[in-house]
């Protein structure tokens, strides 16, 4: 005759919490780690591209900034006679180019190197251990190009994320009398002369900054 053990339920009784809480845990936990992986996986691969992005950006910067790198350009009619015409009614020409950078065969090298590891058509984006290894083996090869270009050319190097101050490059500075300028892209602009203890307000500014505009 088999004997029941009233009390094998209540002794048991932890144990099935256990058992049951695990399930439910292990379940949930896999429906949540397939979201939260895949969020911040978008998440790094978007840090990683925009990086990758900025350094193809800065490459191309610095093949126009290479004259053995550059093409030969055509001068058009057309453009000579609109810079011409802009002459002669005194409008301010907006052509703007940054200087040659000096000839050197290792740095035209480096540049190269980098404008080919930062290519965008030639990166992966496949989610494979093969695909993300090469991609994080090209993007650390073409930062420490980019970290000796810079010290080659006399730049310092950005990070991403980082605010621009949004004002044109304007800094403030003081005249010999202690009145206070702004230089920008246009020339200075005397902020304070003839307005002491007054603050002028953003129109008045613009007004300022126009009329710096049409002397130049």
């Given amino acids: 005759m088999t004997t029941i053990n009233p009390f094998e339920d209540i002794l048991n009784l932890e144990e099935e919490f256990y058992s049951t809480g695990y399930d439910q845990g292990l379940s949930d936990g896999i429906t949540a780690g397939r979201i939260e992986g895949r969020t911040f996986g978008l998440e790094k ?15 191309i910067v610095w093949v126009n900034r290479i004259p053995s790198l550059q093409k030969p350009k055509i001068s058009t009619i057309s453009n000579s006679e609109v810079k011409q015409e802009n002459l002669e009614k005194g409008e301010p020409s907006h052509d ?21 590891l930062a290519e965008a058509e030639s990166l992966s984006t496949e989610n494979s251990e093969e695909a993300v290894g090469d991609f994080d083996d090209r993007f650390q090869r073409a930062v420490a190009k980019a970290k000796i270009i810079e010290k080659m050319v006399g730049e310092s190097g950005g990070k991403v994320g980082g605010k621009s101050s949004g004002d044109g490059a304007i800094e403030d500075t003081e005249d010999h009398e202690g009145n206070t300028q702004s230089r920008g892209e246009y020339g200075f602009l005397n902020l304070s002369e003839g307005r002491e ?13 126009q009329g710096s505009r049409g002397k130049r």
């Fill in 197 to 209: 203890d007054q603050k002028l307000s953003p129109g008045e500014i613009e007004a300022e900054f």
């Fill in 45 to 59: 691969g978007f840090e990683k591209y925009v990086e990758m992005g900025r350094l193809h950006g800065k490459s």
């Fill in 96 to 116: 703007s180019k940054l200087p040659e950078l000096s000839k050197n065969e290792r740095l035209a090298k480096h540049v190269k190197v980098v404008y080919a």
